[in-house]
């Protein structure tokens, strides 16, 4: 699944550019830097690889959310429709613009449930924002059709599928924005970064003003340019970018070893009738950095992700039913108004909601689901054994449980 598995000479001669002239910020320095942009260089890579007309890098996908969020205009009491299996970047974005994340059940699919998200729509829906989790994309079509008819926004929360396609088209280039991450455990990697894809220019000269204190980019130099707008400082460093830029030229292999792995793996697993797998919308377009399978119930999942755990082959292997990071069942912090400093009414009402109405639907999904990170750098042999190590637990599993009744 994540790029650092692949590290090599690129990285370094790419880092080695960067560190022969000392000039680690993107911005300014022109004489000093003797032609290495690696952040705009990167940029440019990103709009080829994905198509996408513009892309704004930034620190960390979480940034690249706000500042997609701030882009696109969303801002204090809107509300954003999100799912409620998800990385909490996703809703922490929202809540630091002021706006209110609407959580919604998501179903077989693992992303957004499109009737969910319907029944959650009020007047002050302003966004929609479908994750493509686990390296697979939402029901983008159906989602855009709901934002056409109640006109909506529609961002992409991509962090985590960088690579998915749907219907041809990369995830995080089909809504109004999407965001990629590239912390140090996705598909490719900067150590940390993100990124705002768009093709709209407006939002791409806002993310690109906001992720910099607003400056506009257009004076003769930094302290000449002018601030039309608030901004921050969510950029990238040249550093990061130059690991980027090694690691985007390697990502046309790693998604075909994920695939050829994910393939392996599955086959095996296909042979217990009592496995099932996630709903792909796009089958060909799944990136296939997690294979994700289902079994009959929660009980029987509990007891296996228990005997995995006992024959020490649980690593790689996610029960997010029981994640404290990704499914809502565990946001004891979000649902206990666990913030630092104050936080508006609005926001608070919400929030108490969560822990009143309890996400049955997802819960029913997120039960008997189960996640295998699909590596690198796993040999045939090992995925063989793996696999059938998996299948030896769930059948000893299933006999115990029918032995019992
Ligand atoms: C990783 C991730 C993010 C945030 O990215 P960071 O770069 O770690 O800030 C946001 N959303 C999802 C779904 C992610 O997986």
Same mark, same amino acid.
């Given at each position: ?33 003797? $032609? ?10 990103? #709009?080829? !690889?994905? %198509?996408?007309?513009? &892309?704004? /890098? @930034? ?115 089909? $809504? ?10 996705? #598909?490719? !990697?900067? %150590?940390?970064?993100? &990124?705002? /894809? @768009? ?207």
């Amino acid at each position: 699944m994540p790029g650092y598995e692949f590290f090599g000479d690129e990285e370094k001669k790419e880092i080695d550019d960067v560190m022969n002239t000392g000039i680690l910020m993107r911005y300014g320095f022109d004489a000093q830097r003797k $032609g290495n942009w690696k952040a705009k260089e990167l940029e440019q890579k990103i #709009t080829e !690889t994905f %198509g996408c007309k513009y &892309a704004q /890098l @930034t620190s960390s996908g979480t940034s690249a959310l706000t500042t997609a969020i701030a882009a696109l205009g969303i801002g204090h009491g809107d509300e954003v429709i999100m799912p409620a299996f998800t990385f909490v970047a996703s809703f922490e974005a929202v809540i630091s613009v002021g706006a209110i994340p609407v959580l919604v059940d998501i179903d077989e699919s693992l992303t957004l449930n499109p009737d969910a998200v319907k029944a959650a729509i009020t007047s002050k829906t302003k966004c929609i924002m479908p994750v493509h989790m686990c390296g697979s994309m939402a029901d983008i079509d159906t989602l855009k059709n709901i934002c056409e008819e109640h006109n909506l926004i529609l961002l992409e929360d991509a962090c985590q599928s960088i690579g998915a396609t749907y219907k041809g088209k990369h995830v995080g280039t089909i $809504g109004d924005a999407g965001t990629f991450s590239f912390d140090f455990v996705k #598909t490719i !990697t900067c %150590g940390e970064g993100g &990124a705002v /894809l @768009t093709n709209s220019e407006s939002v791409y000269i806002k993310s690109d003003g906001y992720t910099d204190h607003g400056h506009d980019h257009k004076g003769a130099d930094r302290g000449a340019d002018l601030h039309p707008f608030v901004g921050y400082n969510y950029r990238i460093s040249e550093l990061h970018a130059a690991i980027g830029l090694a690691q985007i030229g390697k990502l046309n292999n790693f998604l075909s070893i994920q695939r050829k792995n994910h393939a392996l793996l599955k086959s095996i697993l296909t042979t217990i009738p009592e496995v099932t797998f996630r709903k792909i919308h796009d089958e060909d377009g799944d990136s296939c950095t997690f294979l994700t399978w289902f079994l009959p119930d929660a009980d029987i999942t509990a007891d296996v992700v228990a005997e995995m755990r006992i024959q020490n082959i649980l690593a790689g292997n996610f029960y997010w039913f029981d994640n404290n990071w990704h499914y809502i069942r565990k946001w004891d912090h979000l649902k206990n108004n666990g913030f630092l400093n104050n936080q508006s009414e609005q926001l608070q009402q919400q929030l108490k909601k969560y822990s009143i109405d309890p996400f049955h639907l997802s819960d029913a999904i997120m039960g008997r689901c189960i996640s295998t990170a699909i590596s690198l750098t796993w040999t045939q042999d090992q995925i063989m054994e793996k696999g059938e190590k998996i299948i030896r637990v769930i059948k000893k599993v299933l006999e115990d449980k029918y032995a019992s009744v």
